[in-house]
């Protein structure tokens, strides 16, 4: 039995529908079974954080999502243990690199301490290190659904977004295949994206024309960015900054694990075309 945390999110529900196709036993964890919409082939459990041991009653495999574990993500990879879990695949960050560590950012303390906390619960384990989410740009969508100006910070901050279901296609072959206990994988997608180029990729997907207007830095609020949480937002406006003019890292290791390369800004953009309608 595989345990996804997070099941709803951008990663964990294109995670849990891989897995279910590949007739895998999975355990969904949301904290509301009614809400989540998840595939019937999954056993969707209430995330009651209180009851880890029940969350992790039968499983062998756990897919760590440590904003949904949150401050009782250690009681989770002890009942984890307890269970007989063998190996834990954790969403961490690109923001965790080895030479080149910003270790005051609060993104980076918030994952290298769970980093740690898995490290040290003795299980197998592997760190997947995505770099920068497509799906960030659903920031944009009460914006792109109420006209054809976008206003937000950076224009020219530069990135390489990548895939949701291209994480989750990698996050599936490192709890189902074997191979990668103690790896870390780097995750991007596969080409430079301005934040103007993001927007005129999806007003390309929706058949508008769409324009950015830049407005400075201090004059965002948390609700231009509602995936961050609020005491990470200058953390990240700090790390969006840093991307300004600078051609960003790209690995190839989607296509390494999965065998299909990552899929671009614009294939992306196409595949969320409702989110920006509604
Ligand atoms: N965005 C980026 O560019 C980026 C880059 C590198 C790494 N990351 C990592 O990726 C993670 C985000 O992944 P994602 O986009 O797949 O997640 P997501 O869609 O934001 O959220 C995943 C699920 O977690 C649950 N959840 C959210 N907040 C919670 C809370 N306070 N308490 C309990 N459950 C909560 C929710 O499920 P229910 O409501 O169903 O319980 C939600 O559907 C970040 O946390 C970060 O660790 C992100």
Do not use: Y
Not at 112 to 119: F, G, K, L, M, P
Not at 179 to 207: D, F, N, Y
Not at 265 to 272: I, L, P, V
Request: one cysteine or more; proline letters at 7%.
């Amino acid at each position: 039995m595989i345990v996804v945390t997070g099941a709803t999110g951008n990663v964990g529900r294109a995670l849990v529908e891989r897995l279910v196709a590949e007739d895998q036993p999975v355990r969904a964890l949301t904290r509301d079974p009614g809400r989540a919409t998840l595939p019937s082939g999954a056993e969707v459990t209430r995330l009651e954080l209180d009851r880890p041991a029940h969350l992790l009653d039968g499983a062998t495999k756990l897919f760590l999502h440590i904003q949904a574990t949150g401050d009782r993500t250690g009681d989770v990879l002890d009942a984890a243990r307890a269970a007989g879990v063998r190996h834990v695949v954790m969403l961490s960050s690109g923001i965790i690199n080895e030479g080149a560590d910003d270790e005051a950012h609060p993104i980076h303390i918030w994952h290298a301490t769970a980093e740690q906390q898995v490290r040290d619960s003795g299980l197998e384990w592997t760190f997947l290190r995505p770099i920068s989410f497509a799906a960030n740009a659903l920031q944009w969508a009460p914006q792109i659904s109420a006209g054809d100006t976008v206003h937000g910070p950076f224009a020219e901050a530069c990135t390489a977004p990548i895939h949701e279901d291209d994480i989750a296609a990698v996050a599936a072959r490192a709890l189902i295949d074997d191979g990668h206990s103690g790896a870390v994988h780097r995750l991007t997608g596969p080409e430079p994206v301005t934040t103007t180029e993001q927007i005129t990729t999806i007003g390309h997907a929706l058949g508008r024309d769409l324009r950015f207007i830049e407005v400075p830095p201090d004059q965002v609020g948390p609700g231009l960015f509602p995936h961050v949480p609020p005491s990470m937002l200058q953390g990240v406006l700090k790390s969006f900054a840093a991307t300004v003019g600078v051609r960003p890292e790209i690995t190839t290791t989607v296509e390494a694990i999965t065998g299909a390369p990552a899929r671009t800004f614009g294939e992306w953009a196409k595949d969320h075309r409702a989110e920006f309608r509604s």
